[in-house]
């Protein structure tokens, strides 16, 4: 097969996959956010991590029109923050490196294979 449209085909299914996933997601916040983002309820580092890995997540509601909430207006401040902060890290990493993860196993070349 033709290196070139390999390459493009693996990249369309990981745009599908990417897709698909970022719908479901998409669906699944839709139906936390009451409970996860209650006005009463004083935010800290734990619903700030929640909140920020949960706020990529909410771009499929807010590009559909909905207005979904994406921070806890009541928090402790940096604490919250710090959470919120670690959460958007955690869940790029989670999200784009298994998206941008190798297709398949890489063969391993050892030194001693190699001609001289």
Request: proline share 7%.
């Amino acid at each position: 097969m033709n290196p070139v449209l390999c390459c493009l085909r693996i990249w369309g299914v990981k745009l599908i996959w990417l897709t698909l996933v970022g719908i479901l997601l998409g669906c699944c916040y839709q139906a936390a956010v009451p409970t996860l983002y209650r006005p009463e309820t004083k935010a800290g580092f734990r619903l700030g991590a929640v909140h920020g890995f949960l706020m990529p997540v909410a771009l499929p509601n807010l590009l559909a029109g909905k207005d979904v909430p994406i921070f806890a207006a009541n928090n402790t401040g940096r604490n919250y923050k710090l959470g919120y902060i670690a959460g958007i890290n955690l869940c790029g990493l989670i999200f784009f490196g298994l998206a941008f993860r190798p297709a398949g196993k890489k063969k391993q070349v050892s030194i001693k294979s190699l001609p001289q």
